[in-house]
T-cell receptor, first 113, second 115 residues
Framework: GDSVTQMEGPVTLSEEAFLTINCTYT??????LFWYVQYPGEGLQLLLK?????DKGSNKGFEATYRKETTSFHLEKGSVQVSDSAVYFC????????????FGKGTTLSVSS | KAGVTQTPRYLIKTRGQQVTLSCSPI?????VSWYQQTPGQGLQFLFE???????NKGNFPGRFSGRQFSNSRSEMNVSTLELGDSALYLC??????????????FGPGTRLTVL
């Protein structure tokens, strides 16, 4: 079945470091891909999305490119801030699955000053 | 535009009881989905409602049920609570049902603790 695999965390970085969180997927059909972020004690916030191959989603300095050939959607940011500390979830959705989002396990990011 | 709201935010119940959680979607959104988040299983899809009809269902026992009202507000019910039902329950709304391109917007969740 469809699935999402994220790199294990936690990821610990210093402020202004470069961030990469790996995400790969397995899906039938042509999924849309999403990154959500969850701050402590809160629900999920959509960070960015891409709906077809080679699309690049971007928001708040974060970027991810939909790579069909490698079935990947890695999240990157050039310079992280302490306020970026959160849990990041990669997710996919296919037409066959209707509205059900399939999530990865999440990656905890901790940024220190 | 107001976001997705969920009530209550926190709930403590004992085994065997039942519980009802409420979700109000973003104005104009007609699709509401529910997810369960636990440390062990992560985020899992429960079910989705559109125009008062259940359109999609995840792999959960029949103790988990839901409904949607004509104003798109949704409730989910868990009967005969078990310790393993302790979780954060998240509601998400979107403007359409089905398809892969629509975006789901999440509420803050209801934290359910079963003692």
């Amino acid at each position: 079945g469809d699935s999402v695999t994220q790199m294990e965390g936690p990821v610990t970085l210093s402020e202004e470091a470069f961030l990469t969180i790996n995400c790969t997927y397995t899906a039938t059909g042509y999924p849309s891909l999403f990154w959500y972020v969850q701050y402590p004690g809160e629900g999920l916030q959509l960070l960015l999305k891409a709906t077809k191959a080679d699309d690049k989603g971007s928001n708040k300095g974060f970027e991810a490119t939909y790579r069909k050939e490698t079935t990947s959607f890695h999240l990157e940011k050039g310079s992280v801030q302490v306020s970026d500390s959160a849990v990041y979830f990669c997710a996919l959705k296919t037409y066959q699955a209707g509205t059900a989002l399939i999530f990865g396990k999440g990656t905890t990011l901790s940024v220190s000053s | 535009k107001a976001g997705v709201t969920q009530t209550p935010r926190y709930l403590i119940k004992t085994r065997g009881q039942q519980v009802t959680l409420s979700c109000s979607p973003i104005s104009g959104h007609r699709s509401v989905s529910w997810y369960q988040q636990t440390p062990g299983q992560g985020l899992q899809f429960l079910f989705e409602y559109f125009s008062e009809t259940q359109r999609n269902k995840g792999n959960f026992p029949g103790r988990f049920s839901g409904r949607q009202f004509s104003n798109s507000r949704s409730e989910m019910n868990v009967s005969t609570l078990e310790l393993g039902d302790s979780a954060l329950y998240l509601c998400a709304s979107s403007s359409v049902a089905g398809g892969s391109v629509d975006t789901q917007y999440f509420g803050p969740g209801t934290r359910l603790t079963v003692l």
